[in-house]
Every structure is written in structure tokens, then in C-alpha cells.
């Protein structure tokens, strides 16, 4: 361990011996037994209600192995090796959200860890839903020391939608630091969000305390302003807050004073508690705790003398500037992108290198590399590092691993990286970001109710009346979509949106019946529906309560993605004989003009390719609609679980659909999967539709209606595009990467297919040059 670490942690130990006395009455077990009583494995006492946290910490490691550590009472701890089995190995893996273990490790593998050993000779059946099942010694009764930390491998194979986050090793250990704040002093602050400027608070008993600026530099504010979900600091006019401290101090007699200073400013009379002082931050760390610093002692005669409590000015990302004239100046990286995080601010970390977007490998992924990418996109440090693939796997190449930076850096790009090779990173191992943002209190003008979890339900806005009389009214279900319902879903903090309903009369729970907002239309990526378009004046033709909108959301979704190489691989014309078409024709799969055709004679020309639609999301895809409703096509004897699956449009140098084709999903299952996950979904024998995380369904370029009808089409120049779920009917992390698009040349024989891609695969740049035409604009997938 480096010896800045070990300062560190020998800060934040005296920080919470200081700060949090009454612990200093507990015992810590011996670690320096000089001999193994034998005892008898007893359970362990009833678990608590909330998950116990578990988490791989050590080095070397990767994000499926390492040493185990638990969360409980407040600290981290480690596992005895005594009697410890594979058996062991599967419970906590699965805790972690693997499939299983291939192995375990003995005599701290992954260096000795500190603090408690909280449980020593576990005996796990291997079925048991947490450690806390299995027998043991009990909680902190242990023989052991450090050098018998015990450690597992897990299969990186993660389960299915598992949603609670793999905690890796962090500088900090943030469950033991109390909240930091932002206490505005201006009294026009108080009323906008975010806050920006202010005294820096520090929760402490049961209220706040202040830090003594002291020595205060610009690193300290620098992690605050991070912590925060501020990528940047700025100067604070220090000479202001002092005369303001000089004149409260001189009408202190008051009950309140008021000052007028470039604005209306209110400074309650209060004495400074001062809890923290000579703070020595880096500017790298994740949180204040993680900085050198000293606590007053609680007898000092003078706690700040010189100083006052410590006051900082953070700088706002564009998404959270209220200035439009400096959003405009500060701009956020163009070549790092987050993808597929349910929440602003998260996301599969993704970076553009020559025009193509690729992902980044876990491999030694952690906080301080992750703050880079999350300040350089506008938001403060990482809240958590995330490794093998929580946010979905990408497609696209990967183009870094092992990335090592200081902290410091402006760009991931600006961090020493490893080159990467096919052995040694897979998409499996994409590694993504949470970042701290700033607190916007979008969550208080909307809430959902009459659902029987807290996570659907009839949409509820709150509304204020010119009298500034605030109250909660109901939304319009008229075109209400899965659009709309992502950004409820969103600015609720709950997830991706699994769908939006037009009618909530089975959630009538509530005395509000009046609609206050009509005409929602969301792109889907706001923060909150007040920014989407909607009716100055509500508008409702059916403005009962029982058509009041309403969500069902999700904490996974799926994320269907085209191999775009594989259309470019298998295109072909084939001049099929009329005669053989009758079962596509009655199912609506050619073009208008073959209905004027001389049946059976003749032939039509087909354009056809395969299509292997890849699930690369963290839940399931499956047919909105219920077995009940899928329709039974005789002709070609399958079932349809979704009325429109695909389009596939043929668009000309003017953006004009010339040609067109589509998928009705017939036979949605699994044809094939990742190495070690099994298929789920088989159509046959009226079986389950749906495709699997990690798996694909391959239409053939064989199978009837795989096809455009390009018949009555001229030789020429065109754009093939293909639209995965184009009327969004099935919910998924990531729309904007449904449509694949290749440029196409037909000389009225043959046909070829070039740069076939994704459509959020290629850099702005790259994606206009393909589309040089302007009419094709009016044809992109929103």
C-alpha cells in the first residue's frame, strides 16, 4: 500500500474517533489470539431488514474477483478463510450478481484488509439467499487475523436484471461520512436550484456545523464542488461574506437582520458551531472525508480564531446552468459519452476515436478514473465506479483498458491506457459511471399513486394557481407514450419507463380528478416533463380521471441493437416467382403495386439480407401484449406477438420512403446466445416470445417478409434503413440506437451494401457526411 493511502486512512480512522466518540465504547474482537478455541458453528443471529452489502475489494483484482468484504453496523469487514468452501464462494456471488463462483482464495490473496473480521467459520449450503443465513461463529466473533482474509472468483456472467451495484474499493468508504452542504446565505439563492454558492455545512448530531476556512484552498472547494455534482470551482469574493459577518455581528441584538448588498441578503442570528478545521485536500479525492483534516476538540477556547466558516462558489454544468449566455461558453466533451443509464448523470461509458464510438474496459476501472469522465461531461466526481457491464454492453470496438488516472486530468483521453487485445476484454466487461449531480428537486412537482408498488401508478403534477395556491393535478392520457412515460420515470428517480398507459381507471385511488396538463410530447431525454411541449391551455377530449395518464417503471430495460455488419454481409436481389408469394402477399408484405399484378404470373424483385437483432440491455425483451392477444396467422402458421417489430425503408437522395417493408414479429425467440447463458424463449408449441439478455433472434434472409420489395424501384443511389421497435411498444434503456443505416448502389441487377451502421455508432461529423443529403434529415430516428 502507497504511503498516501496510508495517511489517508490513518486521517479518516482519527476523523471518525473524533467525530463519533460513543463508537470508541465498543470492543473490537482480538485479532491476536494465540489460540483456536474450538466452538460450535451457531447461525447467525436474524438478519436485518435492510440487504446486507457485500462488495470485492484488494489488489490485484479484476470486477468478478477479489477480496470479500461486508457491510455491517456501520463499518466494512472481512471473512475468516477457516472452513470456508466453494459453497461459501456461490452465496456471495450471487450477492454480488454473478451466476456463481469457479473459486475461492485463502490467506489474503488480495492483501490484508482492515477493520472487523465480522463472521469466521462460515458453513454455507450454497443455496442460501445471503451469508447471513449460513452458519458461523456470529457477527465479529472471530480467532483470526488479517493475514486470513479470505477472497472468491466469480463466472463473469451476471445474473439477469439484477439491479443492486457491485461496490468496488474506493478511496473512501462513503457510508461512514456524514452529508455536506451548501447553506445559501444570498436570500434570491435560497429560491434557485441548483444551489451553487454558499457556507459549507457539515451534518453533525442532530444539525449542522460549520468548517473554519483557515487554510481553506481551492482543492477543498474543488471536491466539494464535486461531491456536489459540480464539475468546476469558482473564486468566492471572501471580502463580501466578511463584511456581512462584521455587520450581523454588530446588530446582533436583533432576532434578524437585514441587509441590502447588490440583492436583499438574510443572515439569522446564529453562533458558529465549528466542527472541522485545517482541511488538506489534493483535489482528487471522491469525498471531504477522504481529505486530511482535524476536528475541534471539544474544550478548545478558540475553535477558528482569525478565520470564518468556510465559504464556496461551484460552477454548473450546461444541463444545470440557468444562463443560457454561459452555457453556450462551457462546453462538454464531444469525443466521451455516457449510454444507457436510467438517470442523468449515468451511463456505459463510451468514446469516440477515429469517427467510431467504442466502450472502455473494467479492467483496474475506479473512482478517480471515473471522476474524470464524469467532470469532463459536465457533472462533479463519481459516486461509483461500475464494472462488468451495469449499464448493458456495447457493440462497437473497445478501445481502452486499464485506464490509470491521477484525478486531475481534463479528459480520459488525457490517461495512461493499455492497449487492448480480443484476449483480454470483452463487452462483458464494459465498464460505466454514477455521477454526483446537483440536487434540482425535480422529484417534488410530480408523484404517481393508486399503483400496488411504488413504481406505477396514476401520474400526479403539481400545479399553482395565481394566488401561488400550490396543488396536485392529473396529466392527459391522450398520446401519452412510452416517451413521455421515461421522463416521469425519470425525474421520479425510478428507473427506465416499462410503459405508458392511456388509462389509469384501475388506480382510482385518489380525490384528485382534475387535468392540469395536456398535449405532453417528450423527446425522452429530459429531465423532468415541464421541459417536454405541451398545451399552454389544457386540451382533453376525454377528460375524465379514468383517462388520466399514468407509468409503470422499471430499475432494468431491455436494449435491442441490429448487427449492422452482418446486413452488409448477406444482402442480395432475388426475382422471386408470384406464385410463391401468396401467403406474404395476404400478410401485407409487399408493395401496393403487386396487388395489380397478373397472379400467379411473373415475379417480384426482393432485396434481401438477415437481420440478428442482439439484446444488450440488463432485462429482458418480451411482446408488450399478453398470449392472450397475439394473432394467429394460418398461412404461414406462427403466431404474431407485436403488430410492427421492424421497418425496413428504402430512402432516396431526397429523404423520400421509395420503398418500404416490415416486420411483424412472428416468432421472437432466442436462436442463439453468449457462452454460458441459456436461451429463455422458444416459439415453437405456442412457446414464450421474447429475447434473452446476452442473446439474439436471427430472421434469415430466407424467411418470408425478410425483405424489401423493390420491384418498381430504378437503378440508383440509396439509403437502406432498418428501425428495431419503431412505435416504441416494448420499453429499452437506449432508443437512439433501434436504426441502422446503409448507403446502397442498385444498377437494375445488383445491389451493394457500404458503411452499414448503428445510428448513434459514428461521430456527428461522420454521420452528416453520410447524410449529405438535407431531406434525409427529416427521416432520422428520434
Known amino acids: ?166 461496490v468496488i474499493d474506493a478511496q473512501v468508504d462513503e457510508n461512514k461520512v456524514e452529508e455536506v452542504r451548501l447553506r445559501p446565505v444570498v436570500g434570491v439563492a435560497k429560491k434557485k436550484l441548483p444551489i451553487t454558492e454558499g457556507v459549507v455545512e457539515v451534518k453533525y448530531k442532530d444539525g449542522w456545523a460549520q468548517i473554519c476556512d483557515v487554510g481553506w484552498t481551492a482543492k477543498n472547494t474543488r471536491v466539494v464542488c464535486g461531491m456536489l455534482g459540480f464539475p468546476h470551482e469558482r473564486k468566492v469574493n471572501k471580502n463580501f461574506y466578511r463584511r456581512l459577518k462584521k455587520r450581523a455581528a454588530e446588530k446582533v441584538s436583533r432576532p434578524k437582520v437585514n441587509v441590502s448588498a447588490g440583492g436583499r441578503l438574510y443572515l439569522e442570528r446564529q453562533k458558529n458551531n465549528f466542527h472541522l478545521h485545517s482541511v488538506a485536500c489534493t483535489g482528487t479525492e471522491v469525498h471531504l472525508a477522504a481529505c486530511p483534516l482535524e476536528f475541534n476538540k471539544p474544550n478548545a477556547t478558540s475553535s477558528c480564531a482569525g478565520g470564518m466558516p468556510a465559504v464556496i462558489s461551484c460552477m454548473p454544468g450546461p444541463l444545470f446552468m440557468q444562463n443560457s449566455g454561459l452555457k453556450k461558453k462551457l462546453k462538454i466533451s464531444s469525443n466521451v459519452r455516457l449510454k444507457g443509464g436510467a438517470k442523468v448523470g449515468e451511463g456505459r461509458v463510451e468514446v469516440l476515436k477515429d469517427n467510431v464510438w467504442g466502450t472502455v474496459c473494467d479492467d483496474r476501472w475506479n473512482l478517480l478514473s471515473a471522476s474524470v469522465v464524469c467532470r469532463e461531461l459536465g457533472f462533479g466526481s463519481a459516486k461509483e465506479a461500475l464494472t462488468g457491464a451495469r449499464m448493458g454492453q456495447g457493440m462497437g470496438p473497445i478501445y481502452m483498458n486499464e485506464v490509470k488516472c491521477l484525478g486531475q486530468e481534463r479528459s480520459i483521453w488525457d490517461c495512461p491506457v493499455k492497449n487492448i487485445t480480443s484476449e483480454n476484454c470483452q463487452h462483458s466487461e464494459d465498464a460505466a459511471v454514477r455521477c454526483n449531480v446537483p440536487y434540482m428537486g425535480l422529484e417534488t412537482s410530480i408523484r404517481i399513486t393508486g399503483g400496488r408498488t411504488r413504481y406505477e401508478g396514476r401520474v400526479e403534477v403539481l400545479t399553482s394557481d395565481p394566488n401561488g395556491t400550490q396543488s396536485w393535478g392529473l396529466i392527459c392520457g391522450e398520446n401519452w407514450s412510452t416517451k413521455e412515460a421515461m421522463v416521469a420515470c425519470r425525474q421520479l428517480g425510478l428507473g427506465y419507463a416499462n410503459q405508458g398507459l392511456q388509462e389509469t381507471w384501475y388506480w382510482d385511488s385518489s380525490n384528485v380528478t382534475d387535468m392540469v396538463m395536456s398535449g405532453v410530447k417528450c423527446m425522452g431525454n429530459e429531465m423532468a416533463l415541464s421541459q417536454c411541449q405541451y398545451h399552454k391551455t389544457v386540451s382533453c377530449q376525454r377528460a375524465a380521471a379514468k383517462f388520466a395518464a399514468g407509468v409503470i417503471c422499471s430499475e432494468t430495460a431491455s436494449d435491442l441493437v441490429l448487427n449492422a455488419s452482418l446486413v452488409e454481409q448477406t444482402v442480395y436481389i432475388e426475382d422471386r416467382p408470384l406464385h410463391m408469394l401468396y401467403c406474404a402477399a395476404e400478410e401485407d408484405c409487399l408493395s401496393k403495386s403487386a396487388a395489380k399484378a397478373n397472379w400467379p404470373y411473373g415475379h417480384r424483385r426482393l432485396l434481401r439480407f438477415s437481420s440478428q437483432i442482439h439484446n444488450i440491455g440488463r432485462a429482458d425483451f418480451k411482446p408488450k401484449a399478453g398470449r392472450h392477444s397475439w394473432v394467429w396467422h394460418a398461412c404461414h402458421g406462427h403466431y404474431h406477438s407485436m403488430d410492427i417489430f421492424t421497418h425496413y425503408d428504402l430512402l432516396n437522395a431526397n429523404g423520400t420512403k421509395v420503398a418500404e417493408g416490415h416486420k411483424a414479429s412472428f416468432c421472437l425467440e432466442d436462436t442463439d446466445c453468449q457462452e454460458g447463458i441459456s436461451k429463455r424463449y422458444e416459439c415453437a408449441n405456442f412457446g414464450d416470445q421474447g429475447i434473452t439478455v446476452g442473446c439474439w433472434d436471427l430472421y434469415r434472409h430466407d424467411i418470408d417478409c425478410q425483405w424489401i420489395d423493390i420491384t418498381d424501384i430504378k437503378p440508383g443511389n440509396y439509403i437502406m434503413q432498418v428501425v428495431i421497435n419503431p412505435n416504441y411498444e416494448v420499453a429499452e434503456s437506449d432508443f437512439t440506437n433501434n436504426a441502422m443505416k446503409c448507403n446502397c448502389k442498385y444498377d437494375g441487377h445488383r445491389i451493394w451494401f457500404h458503411n452499414c451502421h448503428i445510428g448513434d455508432a459514428l461521430s456527428e461529423e461522420a454521420e452528416r457526411r453520410f447524410e449529405k443529403y438535407p431531406g434525409q434529415l427529416n427521416n432520422k430516428i428520434s
Open 1 to 166: 500500500m502507497d504511503k498516501s493511502r496510508c495517511k489517508q486512512q490513518l486521517a479518516f480512522s482519527l476523523l471518525l474517533g473524533l467525530w463519533l466518540p460513543h463508537c470508541l465504547t465498543q470492543t473490537t474482537p482480538s485479532n491476536t489470539a494465540t489460540s483456536k478455541p474450538t466452538t460450535t458453528p451457531t447461525p447467525s443471529p436474524s438478519p436485518r431488514p435492510e440487504r446486507l452489502k457485500v462488495r470485492l475489494s484488494g489488489y490485484p483484482r479484476k470486477h468478478n474477483e477479489g477480496r470479500i468484504e461486508l457491510f455491517y453496523k456501520g463499518e466494512w469487514g472481512t471473512i475468516c478463510d477457516d472452513d470456508f468452501t466453494i459453497a461459501n464462494a456461490h452465496v456471495l456471488c450471487h450477492h454480488l450478481g454473478f451466476v456463481s463462483a469457479t473459486g475461492w482464495t485463502h490467506s489474503a490473496k488480495y492483501g490484508k484488509g482492515q477493520g472487523k473480521i465480522w463472521l469466521d467459520n462460515v458453513q454455507c449450503h450454497g443455496g442460501e439467499k445471503s451469508i447471513e443465513f449460513c452458519k458461523s461463529r456470529g457477527w465479529g466473533n472471530s480467532d483470526c487475523t488479517h493475514d486470513e482474509d479470505a477472497g472468491v472468483v466469480c463466472k463473469d456472467e451476471r445474473i439477469p436484471g439484477f439491479v443492486d451495484s457491485n
